[in-house]
């Protein structure tokens, strides 16, 4: 791998991701909000980022990987149950909840 | 007299289009305030968390850090530079590296479709292609849940405060995650790795759509699965099979109970 490839790999890379975004603004002009188009598109979009979410948590590729399923989806399912019961901040209450877990059992079992 | 009175009268008119254009330029700073107030919390400490964790794991696998930094702001879109990363590292074709990164990238499209016809008329104009650089999972988790709430005319101030306020910690963020790698102990990289997932999660509980949380729970179960099967084109599959299924299905439920 030389500084060259990673350099010109950036710039394209960072050029598709750019066209992409473009591509939806273009796309977007003849879209109303209230159109049944909007409704689909917006109900792909939620499942892509579900999937993009899930395969995060399932198919981890970093250090999330050794922490077994059953401890991923205890932590998940912790965080889940304090955001949906939670009132004031309680994004940021479930947040530190799921971390809190996370970071006790690699300091315990790693 | 008659003339002083005309005047008199355009000077009133004067001032008052001039009170409505600042009480107009004023709500939309407010609503650009309250975009950069809302970005500092949980948003900020999750983009945070995810381009430090990224900057250290660029470190361990060797790749430059100008390299890995610049790609958060330029590219600003995490798994499109994780695949970017791993796949130079493999010495993959640079086409290809381009086409999985587009596959990723592909969500884009359906993202900002979505985001901008939200805005005001008046607002979607050429500015839009400067904005729509800030569009990711973040802000448009956010925005989507928000701009319900705002007046259309506010919803772009607030998204540009909001966006580029999360956008602005990706180069520090990925900077300082690639030389602090070593300083960071081990436990707390578990920690930094979760926050991302947990974060986009929690944020589908406050969906209120019933069509939305079922393309979400088809999007959940289809993710896994259709990257055992390819990982370049999950994202895309599971999209477009999730999304249309929800779609048709709560239309055909709906049509079935009224």
Known sequence: MSLGTSIVALILCALVTYACRAAGVMLSSRVSQTSEIFLWVSCVTYAMIAALTSRMIFLPSGVLATVPVWARLVICGVAIVIMHFGRRNRMVGALAAGVALVCTYAYWFQ | MKYNHRSSSYLTLFVMSLKVRLAHVLHRRTA???????????????????????????????????????????????????????????GAPLISVVLAVLLTASRFVTMSITLMPQFQHRDRGPLLYLFVHLVAMTSWAVSMRTFPSLRAKDRLPYFAGFATAVWLVSFPGTFAGYWLSEEV??????????????????????????????????????????????????????????????YWGVKVWGRGHS
């Open chain 2, 185 to 246: 102990p081990g436990w707390m990289g578990y920690g930094l790795a979760l926050i991302n997932p947990l974060f986009f999660l929690l944020s589908f509980v406050e969906l209120r759509s019933r069509t939305s949380l079922v393309a979400v729970l088809l999007g959940l179960i289809l993710g896994p699965v259709t990257y055992l099967w390819d990982p370049t084109s999950s994202l895309l599959v599971s999209g477009l099979l999730g999304g249309t299924l929800a």
């Open chain 2, 32 to 90: 650009l305030k309250r975009g950069v107030r809302d970005a500092f919390g949980s948003p900020m400490l999750v983009l945070l968390a995810g381009m430090v964790a990224y900057g250290s794991v660029a470190h361990q696998q060797g790749f430059d850090p100008w390299v890995t930094s610049l790609g958060s702001v330029f590219i600003f879109a995490l798994p499109g530079q994780v695949v970017m990363q791993e796949m130079v590292i493999a």
